[in-house]
C-alpha cells in the first residue's frame, strides 16, 4: 500500500514540473487542470501520512521534524498578512501555493522516499520540456495550434507573450537538474549511456540558451560551475570534455537563436536593446524603492500576501502600447518586485523578512557543515540544485506552485 501514496507523490512531483495542461481537452477549466490534479494527489497523501503519524505508524527524524517546524514558523508569517490584505482573493490565490508545498514536504518526509527516484522524475521532466520548448521555437505555428487546445490558458498567455519578445517561456526549472546528470556520469562505465547523458545534458542547457531569458542562464551556469567544481573526478580529460560541451552547446544556441530571433543571449547580458534589456533591470532598481515603502507602511504584516499590484502608485499601474501583447506584459510584470527580498518585505512584513533572511542563513550554514563534512555525491548534487533554484528568486517571482514545491522539497531531500 506504502508504494501506492509513493507513486502518487513521485507523480505529483512529475505534474508540478512541467507545464500546467487540461485533463479533459473540450472543457478549459482552470479547474481539471494537471497542477490541480498534483494537488489532489499531494492533499490526498497528505491525510494518510498525518494519520500514520497520529497512529505512530512512522515515526519522523528529528532533522525532519526541525524542517516542519521552520516551514510552519514560515507559513505563520505568510498567514499573518491578511490582517492587511486588501484584495482577499489574491491573497488566497497565493495562499494555496503556500500550503500545497508545506503539504508536499510533510507526505514526502512521512511516507519516505528514495532520492534516486525523485532525480529519475526530474530527468523524465527535463525530457519532456524538452520537446515542448522544441516545438515552440522550432514549429510556432503548429505549436499555437495545438496548445491552445492542451495547455492552461493562464501559462500559455505567458508563452505567447513572451515568444512574441523572442523568448522561450515555461518556468520549470529544468537547469536544476544539472548536477544529478553530473552524479550519473561521473558513476556511468558504458559509454553508450554516458552518451545518453551527454544528449540529456544538452537537452535541458539547449533551451536554457535558446530562452534569451538571462536569470535562466545564469542558474544554468551555477549549477554547472558548482557541479564543474564539486562532483566531478581527477581525470582531467573529462573536465575538459565537459566544460568544451558546454561552451559549443552556448555557441550553437547563440547562432540558432540569431537565426531565428534576431538576438541572442549575449545581446541581452551585453543590453544591446535599450527597452528589453535595460529598462527591465531600471525596474527592477525602481522596485527596491516602492518595495520598501509598502514594508515600511506596513511593518509587520507587510501590504498582505498577493497584494502587491493592489498597493502600487497609480502611475505604476498604467501601461500605454499599440500592442495588446506589450501592455499584457507589462501588467503581468507589475503584480512582482522580481525578487524574494522585496517580496517578502513588502507582502509580508519586516519581521517576516528577517526571518527568511535567518532562515537562508540557517540552510547555508548546513549546507556547508555538508560540504566539508560528507563524500554522499548525490546529497551534494541536492544542495547545488537547491541554491540553483534559490539563484532563480533573486531576479524572478518566486509564486508559483512548482517554484515554492521544489524550494521545500530539496530541503527535505537534502535531510
Aim: hydrophobic share 55%; net charge positive; glycine share 6%.
Amino acid at each position: 500500500m506504502r508504494r501506492l501514496w509513493i507513486l502518487l507523490l513521485l507523480t505529483s512531483i512529475l505534474l508540478i514540473k512541467i507545464p500546467p495542461f487540461y485533463l479533459i481537452f473540450p472543457l478549459k477549466s482552470s479547474l481539471l487542470t494537471s497542477h490541480t490534479l498534483a494537488r489532489g494527489f499531494i492533499l490526498l497523501t497528505f491525510g494518510v501520512a498525518a494519520w500514520w503519524q497520529y497512529k505512530g505508524k512512522y515515526n519522523l527524524s528529528r532533522q525532519s521534524k526541525m524542517l516542519l517546524y521552520l516551514f510552519l514558523a514560515y507559513l505563520a508569517f505568510q498567514s499573518f498578512s491578511i490582517v492587511s490584505a486588501s484584495n482577499v482573493t489574491g491573497f488566497l490565490q497565493r495562499y494555496k501555493d503556500v500550503v500545497f508545498p508545506g503539504m508536499l514536504l510533510f507526505a514526502f518526509l512521512a511516507v519516505g522516499i528514495k532520492r534516486e527516484s525523485v532525480v529519475k522524475i526530474f530527468l523524465a521532466a527535463g525530457i519532456i520540456n524538452f520537446a515542448y520548448q522544441m516545438a515552440m521555437f522550432f514549429l510556432p505555428h503548429f505549436f499555437r495550434t495545438w496548445a491552445g487546445e492542451i495547455v492552461y490558458s493562464g501559462h500559455l498567455e505567458l508563452v505567447l507573450i513572451n515568444l512574441e519578445r523572442g523568448r522561450l517561456f515555461i518556468e520549470t526549472y529544468d537547469e536544476i537538474a544539472i548536477p544529478f546528470i553530473f552524479v550519473l556520469f561521473a558513476q556511468e562505465k558504458d559509454n553508450k549511456r554516458r552518451l545518453l547523458l551527454t544528449l540529456l545534458f544538452l537537452a535541458i542547457a539547449l533551451p536554457s540558451f535558446l530562452s534569451n531569458f538571462r536569470s535562466r542562464v545564469l542558474i544554468l551556469g551555477l549549477a554547472f560551475i558548482a557541479s564543474f567544481l564539486l562532483l566531478t573526478g581527477r581525470k582531467l580529460a573529462e573536465k575538459l570534455g565537459l566544460l568544451g560541451a558546454f561552451v559549443v552547446f552556448g555557441a550553437i544556441a547563440v547562432v540558432i537563436s540569431n537565426t531565428f530571433f534576431g538576438f541572442s543571449i549575449v545581446d541581452r547580458f551585453a543590453l544591446k536593446d535599450p527597452q528589453e534589456d535595460v529598462k527591465t533591470l531600471e525596474g527592477r532598481v525602481k522596485n527596491i524603492g516602492v518595495s520598501v515603502d509598502m514594508g515600511l507602511a506596513a511593518p509587520l504584516t507587510g501590504v498582505g500576501l498577493g497584494n502587491y499590484f493592489d498597493n502600487l502608485p497609480t502611475s505604476k499601474k498604467i501601461s500605454i502600447s499599440l500592442f495588446n501583447w506589450v501592455r499584457r506584459e507589462a501588467e503581468i510584470a507589475s503584480t512582482n518586485p522580481h525578487n524574494i527580498f522585496l517580496q517578502t518585505l513588502s507582502e509580508t512584513g519586516i519581521v517576516s523578512l528577517i526571518f527568511t533572511v535567518g532562515l537562508l542563513l540557517y540552510f547555508a550554514y548546513l549546507d556547508f557543515r555538508t560540504l566539508i563534512g560528507t563524500k554522499d555525491k548525490l546529497r551534494l548534487a541536492y544542495i547545488i540544485s537547491f541554491w540553483a533554484l534559490f539563484s532563480y528568486s533573486i531576479f524572478n517571482p518566486t509564486t508559483t506552485l512548482g517554484y515554492n514545491s521544489l524550494f521545500w522539497l530539496l530541503r527535505g531531500l537534502i535531510i
